[in-house]
């Protein structure tokens, strides 16, 4: 059976939405709700049409299924969305994390419209469609039943794709510096013990130089850095981290200077680290309590604080260290541009800088490019700074280690 939605525009310039069936019946609780929406609530045209449509896609699809809308449960929406996911049409994208937002906003429509339902006793017929719990479907939307409940979004819309990138909670971050890695290393080296130090200060730089996030860091495994023991020299080597954010497989090129030190630390203090704990773990960096992977909780919490111990701005920590490698990377990819008299524009360079990230739409990277555009313009300044960039990084790594040497004088003469 076929429905069909038509719009109605009044006199006043109102728009309403009709829904019928192929027999000329109309949806009831459909028209009803969506008038609501236009009379009581004043809900913008787009909104009434969004919901006008996911109503019809909705009804279709119960239709198929040999339900109604008042028998509907968690199950029903699920495969609702299955059957949205694997609908083909003319404008579709691609992308498939863009159909999955698509395929989420027509979900909260009808989160959205049963909540109404519940309260339509004509409609729902005394049943507990929708609720916190007990109910056909789960979902802390109608908080009448239980106002002390803890809503998130992941509870208000269950079923829909928490993985979609939706809502991205990327701020715009502190770009650190050298002075600010600097003293990070030396909080690291001055307030944990030797093993503690050099993990935390390979995990920063792989942030830093890389820009990989904590995850896929936390997800490297000692078989990453196999070729990094090769005679054959390289500039760098190229790693595949096992967790991605949506799944990505994508490779990332670790300099060598920092894929040897990382070589050292697994034969040096994980190596010792290993022998005390008998743990049989893979990953590269792990707890010095018991030898297991790091948990990211962990990491954040130990990033945050020394953060704040050295005095960096409030919500500074491991994810600041990829920033950082954005905004260098675009400084060297603007020079380089410069020196062989290549295209320099923003959006030219955002490519590149994507590809970088491991981006796969631009959009994900729009807290990263905040002052791309004015490096644009102080890219000849940076080309004259290199030099001293790369002279206060050798410098930095200089500093750490004589005061590891010195730290364990101290300790001899003890």
């Not at 802390?140 to 809503?151: G, Y």
Request: proline share 2%.
């Amino acid at each position: 059976m076929a429905f069909h939605l038509e719009s109605e525009c009044s006199a006043d310039g109102v728009v309403y939405w009709h829904l019928w069936d192929e027999d000329g019946c109309t949806v009831d609780a459909a028209f009803d709700h969506l008038l609501e929406l236009v009379d009581h609530k004043g809900s913008c045209p787009s909104t009434v049409e969004g919901r006008a449509f996911a109503l019809k896609k909705w009804y279709s699809f119960l239709q198929t299924e040999k339900t109604t809308d008042i028998d509907a449960t968690d199950d029903t929406l699920l495969k609702f969305r299955k059957h949205l996911m694997s609908r083909s049409a003319p404008n579709r994208s691609d992308d498939e994390q863009a159909h999955k937002r698509t395929v989420n906003g027509d979900l909260r429509c009808i989160y959205k419209f049963y909540v109404w339902l519940q309260t339509q006793e004509h409609y729902s017929k005394g049943k507990r469609i929708i609720g916190t719990h007990g109910c056909q479907i789960i979902s802390t939307l109608v908080q009448s039943q239980m106002p002390a409940v803890k809503r998130t979004r992941q509870s208000d819309y269950p079923k829909i794709f928490h993985d979609a990138g939706e809502r991205s909670r990327h701020r715009s971050s502190h770009v650190l510096d050298e002075r600010d890695r600097s003293a990070l290393h030396e909080h690291f080296h001055a307030h944990c013990s030797e093993e503690i130090a050099l993990r935390n200060c390979l995990i920063f730089d792989l942030s830093w130089e890389v820009g990989l996030r904590r995850a896929s860091i936390l997800s490297l495994t000692i078989g990453d850095f196999d070729s990094a023991r090769s005679t054959t020299p390289a500039d760098f080597i190229s790693v595949c981290p096992r967790r991605q954010k949506y799944g990505y497989s994508n490779r990332f090129p670790v300099p060598i200077h920092l894929a040897a030190r990382i070589v050292r630390y697994i034969d040096g203090e994980r190596a010792e680290l290993i022998a005390a704990t008998g743990s049989d773990a893979r990953e590269v960096f792990l707890s010095s309590a018991d030898g297991s992977p790091l948990s990211e909780k962990g990491v954040t919490v130990d990033f945050y604080r020394a953060a704040r111990s050295v005095g960096l701005p409030l919500r500074s920590g491991l994810h600041c260290g990829r920033h950082s490698f954005a905004d260098n990377f675009v400084r060297k990819e603007l020079a380089a541009r410069r020196e062989l008299g290549l295209d320099t524009s923003a959006d030219s360079v955002a490519l590149a800088l994507a590809e970088a990230l491991g981006h796969e739409s631009l959009n994900s990277q729009i807290s990263y490019l905040n002052n791309l555009r004015s490096l644009v313009r102080q890219s000849e300044v940076f080309r004259n700074a290199m030099h001293n960039a790369k002279l206060a990084n050798e410098n930095a790594e200089l500093r750490a280690a004589l005061y590891v040497s010195a730290r364990s004088s101290r300790l001899e003469l003890r």
